[in-house]
């Protein structure tokens, strides 16, 4: 009998190591937690772009994690948070922006009866044109992008209406910047590269963004006052 205990021993030693293994496997933290949070964030609402995340746990229940990060969409960062609950994502609150390029990526053109139109773009900005397709006002959410593409939807509208949408031109060599008037005589000149410069509703020029280059700045007052020159001011 005594020969048999120290395979009775190893026996028992195996079954220990065979029962802790699955609790090793199964193990998750602060990690894990993080990993759920931002894949549910991405796939709910097709943002890329996640930073910053940490999380804590809480110690009320098992696996109960609080998780907060931010979310960088057209170069703007925006909070979020969510919840897990044993192992699972229980909440996530999201109220920024959604990107411009994801949701479908086509801008909505909805016609109204007074002859205006909205160009609604997938990441909830708005934009309003009036019958010869000049810009009347637009979301304070709206990018660059969104801007750009909003207009085009209302040109693309217009030509497809057999109507010109009467806005002003860059006329020289090489791509045009797009030019944006306001209701209020304001106005902006865009470049593709996201050169912008600002004017007021005299025609002043008001400011210039940074990516903007020299030869840019001279090419969006020539565009502006062709465009004043159009339009009689």
């Known amino acids: 009998m005594n020969q048999l205990k120290p395979v009775h ?3 028992g030693a195996l079954l220990a190591l065979a029962l802790a293994a699955p609790t090793v496997a199964l193990a998750y933290g602060e990690r894990d937690a993080i990993r759920d949070c931002e894949s549910r964030i991405r796939s709910k609402y097709q943002i890329s772009d996640l930073r910053d995340a940490t999380a804590e746990r809480l110690q009320d ?7 907060q990060g931010l979310a960088k969409v057209d170069g703007e ?3 979020w948070t969510c919840e897990i609950v044993n192992r699972r994502v229980a909440d996530i609150q999201y109220q920024g922006r959604r990107s411009s390029q994801g949701g479908g990526g086509t801008p909505e053109v909805v016609p109204r009866r007074s002859g205006e139109i909205e160009v609604r773009m997938p990441s909830g900005c708005t934009a309003l044109y009036d019958r010869d397709g000049q810009l009347i006002n637009r979301g304070s959410s709206c990018s660059q992008s969104d801007r ?10 217009f030509r497809e209406q057999g109507r010109d949408s009467g806005r002003g031109r860059y006329e020289g060599g ?4 797009q030019l944006i008037a306001g209701s209020n005589g304001e106005a ?3 470049f593709k590269n996201d050169c912008v ?9 008001t400011n210039v963004s940074p990516k903007c280059q020299g030869s840019q700045v001279t ?3 020539q565009a502006l006052r062709a465009y004043r020159r159009e339009q009689g001011l």
């Not at 229940?61 to 998780?67: D, G, N, P, S």
């Not at 750009?148 to 509208?157: E, G, I």
């Open 61 to 67: 229940r098992l696996h109960h994690y609080k998780v």
């Open 148 to 157: 750009r593409r909003a207009d085009d939807a209302a040109d693309s509208y």
């Open 77 to 79: 960062k925006y909070p």
């Open 219 to 221: 090419k969006a007052d």
């Open 9 to 11: 021993v190893q026996l």
């Open 197 to 205: 410069v600002y004017y007021d509703r005299r025609g002043r020029r």
């Open 174 to 177: 090489g791509a045009p910047p």
């Open 188 to 190: 902006e000149v865009v």
